[in-house]
C-alpha cells in the first residue's frame, strides 16, 4: 500500500516540509506498542483516542498491540483554525463506554502547552478508573504551561508546528502520511528525539 507522501506540502496557503518520516514513525509504533504490551501484559485496557488528531496514531498503534483491548473516543477542540492553541478546551464527545474500574490508556496526537491533556486526565480520573496512562506520539516539552505527566512519548520536538498524520492545519493536511513542518524559515526546526526515558 502507497500513502500519500509528498517532500513538501502547501496547506491553507503555508509551506510544509517533510519532519517524520513513515519509516521513522512505523518504527517508533512499533517499540511504543511493544511497550504497552509488556506493561499491560495481564490487563485489558481501553484505549481512548482523542479526537479528532489521534485517530490516525491509535489506528496504526492499536494493530500492534497483542493484550485483550478496547477502543472509545473523546472530542476536544482548543486550536480552533489557528496555529496555537486558543487557551480554552471545548468538550464536543463524552465517552460511550464506562471507565469505572477499567485501565484507561489516553491516546494523543501530540501535546502541546498540555492544556488538553491536563484536561483529559481531569475528566478521565473523575469517572473512577483503575489507572490512567497517557500516550502521545509527539511532545512539545519547552512549550510546557500546564504540567502533565506523560507515561509514553513516541518523539520529542521543538516548539514547531506540525502538520499529517493526524494532525491539521486549519482542518487540513490530516490525510498525508508522514509528519511534515512549517517552513517558514523563522523557527528551530532541530530533529526530533526519541526521551532516553523511553528507550526501554
Ligand atoms: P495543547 O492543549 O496546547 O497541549 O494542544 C494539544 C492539541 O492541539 C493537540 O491535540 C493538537 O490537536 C493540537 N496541536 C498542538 N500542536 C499542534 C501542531 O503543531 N500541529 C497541529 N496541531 C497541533
Ligand atoms: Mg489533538
Given at each position: 500500500m502507497t500513502f500519500y507522501q509528498p517532500e513538501t506540502v502547501l496547506c491553507n496557503g503555508a509551506l510544509f516540509?517533510?519532519?517524520?518520516?513513515?519509516?521513522?514513525?512505523?518504527k517508533r509504533i512499533v517499540e511504543l506498542a511493544g511497550q504497552i504490551n509488556r506493561d499491560y501484559e495481564d490487563k485489558k485496557p481501553i484505549f481512548i483516542g482523542i479526537?479528532?488528531?489521534a485517530f490516525v496514531f491509535l489506528a496504526d498503534l492499536m494493530r500492534h498491540v497483542t493484550v485483550p483491548c478496547e477502543v472509545d473516543f473523546f472530542k476536544l477542540s482548543s486550536y480552533g483554525d489557528e496555529k496555537v492553541s486558543s487557551g480554552s478546551v471545548t468538550e464536543l464527545k463524552d465517552l460511550d463506554a464506562d471507565?469505572?474500574?477499567r485501565h484507561v490508556i489516553l491516546i494523543e496526537d501530540i501535546v502541546d502547552t498540555g492544556l488538553s491533556m491536563r484536561y483529559m486526565v481531569g475528566r478521565i480520573k473523575e469517572k473512577k478508573p483503575a489507572s490512567v496512562a497517557v500516550v502521545t506520539l509527539l511532545h512539545k516539552p519547552d512549550a510546557t504551561k500546564h504540567y502533565v505527566n506523560v507515561d509514553y512519548v513516541g518523539f520529542q520536538i521543538p516548539t514547531l508546528f506540525v502538520l499529517g498524520y493526524g494532525?491539521?492545519?486549519a482542518q487540513e493536511g490530516r490525510n498525508?502520511?508522514?509528519?511534515?513542518?512549517?517552513?517558514?524559515?523563522?523557527e528551530d526546526s532541530s530533529s526530533p528525539v526519541i526521551p532516553e526515558h523511553a528507550k526501554k
Open positions: 516540509r517533510l519532519y517524520i518520516n513513515k519509516e521513522q514513525l512505523d479526537l479528532n488528531g471507565v469505572e474500574g494532525m491539521d492545519y498525508l502520511a508522514q509528519i511534515y513542518v512549517i517552513d517558514d524559515g523563522s
